[in-house]
């Protein structure tokens, strides 16, 4: 049988409906004990955005089944960036091994843009490993390739956008795509901009909103489902969900009921916004993103290697996923050929 355009799309991309093994060797645990004693865990001050999430439960895990002995001090800015200040100060009084940092704010707030390092208000000293970020460069976490590396590397969540838009397309052939995104998350901001590039170069129109800000520029919920109502009336036949921790407290009660209200399918860029109820995404698994943070952590304080030396990688394979029961009540099926290939979700909704 002949594969239809978007499986092999995702194949040449290096994406599929599964995850592969992780490329865990064993020569990294033989190491283990002639580096640091099992009495004495290396240090790992992990600073998350929104609470605990699965990245973190993989992130543990790998470590435990690894048998590295380990002690993780969690750190929690529950949004408010006004925090990070204090924890950098934390930092520097308690010289962890390596620093654990959730998202890109998270990690521009740790060691700041590459172009604006401040060394009073930022950490250069010490090893990070950043994860869920979704376009590195971009955001200038860290320069363009053939640049001179920093003491950094991670792990990107997202799949390439193109092949985002390509799997969109293939569901449903659009015209104008509708993005929902916060001003102030610069993940959101550079994927919106590569969305941008991506319609001139195809072909296709963006029309997109940003959530309001008060009068100290920080955003809040008011007016979010008239934003969706505007993105339809502006002729969007898709709403794309970027990788967006704000939209993400919004999505399940707020975002996503508006847009089905208005007939508008919803695309996810992550794994929680299709726990919110999205119609369809391409997402990589958050407990599988962890596991692979740690799989670099690892290569820094086990194998003493550089972290500048470590690639920054996605996941090589993500989950095509679509929810039968938003198809069903938006009078979208998806193509035939997708249920050879995709996930199917058939469970009710749910956000971590």
């Given at each position: ?283 990589s698994r958050y407990y599988n993103v962890g596991q692979f943070t740690a799989h ?57």
């Amino acid at each position: 049988m002949n594969t239809d355009p978007i499986r092999r799309s995702l194949i040449v991309a290096g994406l599929g409906a599964t995850l592969p093994a992780l490329p865990f060797g064993r020569a990294r645990a033989q190491q283990q004990s002639s580096v640091r004693r099992p009495e004495s865990p290396f240090r790992i001050y992990a600073i998350t955005f929104r609470g605990s999430t699965d990245v973190e439960r993989g992130f543990a895990d790998y470590f435990s089944s690894r048998k590295i002995p380990v002690q993780i001090i969690y750190r929690d800015l529950n949004r408010d960036m006004t925090l990070m200040p204090g924890f950098v100060d934390e930092i520097r009084a308690t010289r962890p091994d390596l620093i654990y940092t959730w998202g890109t704010s998270v990690t521009l707030g740790v060691i700041g843009p590459c172009d604006a390092v401040n060394r009073r208000a930022h950490i250069t000293d010490i090893p990070v490993v950043f994860t869920l970020v979704a376009a590195p460069v971009l955001a200038k976490i860290v320069p363009p390739g053939g640049a001179a590396r920093r003491n950094v590397t991670g792990v990107v969540h997202v799949a390439p956008v193109e092949a985002q838009i390509k799997a969109m397309a293939a569901y449903r052939p659009f015209q104008t795509l509708g993005v929902l995104y916060t001003p102030t998350e610069q993940n959101s901001v550079a994927v919106h901009a590569e969305i941008r590039k991506l319609g001139r170069s195809n072909g296709f129109g963006v029309v997109s909103r940003t959530f309001r800000l008060d009068e100290n520029g920080k955003v809040h919920a008011e007016g979010a489902a008239d934003l969706v109502r505007e993105l339809k009336e502006a002729k969007a036949q898709w709403l794309y969900l970027p990788p967006d921790s704000f939209l993400g407290t919004l999505a399940q009660d707020v975002i996503i009921p508006a847009a089905m209200a208005a007939g508008l399918p919803t695309f996810a860029s992550t794994e929680q916004l299709m726990q919110a109820g999205a119609l369809s995404g391409l997402v990589s698994r958050y407990y599988n993103v962890g596991q692979f943070t740690a799989h670099k952590a690892e290569q820094i304080l086990v194998g003493g290697r550089a972290a500048a030396a470590i690639p920054i990688e996605t996941l090589k394979r993500f989950s095509y996923q679509i929810r039968i029961s938003a198809a069903e009540k938006l009078k979208l099926p998806p193509p035939l050929p997708m249920f050879s290939y995709a996930e199917i979700i058939t469970d009710a909704p749910r956000v971590e």
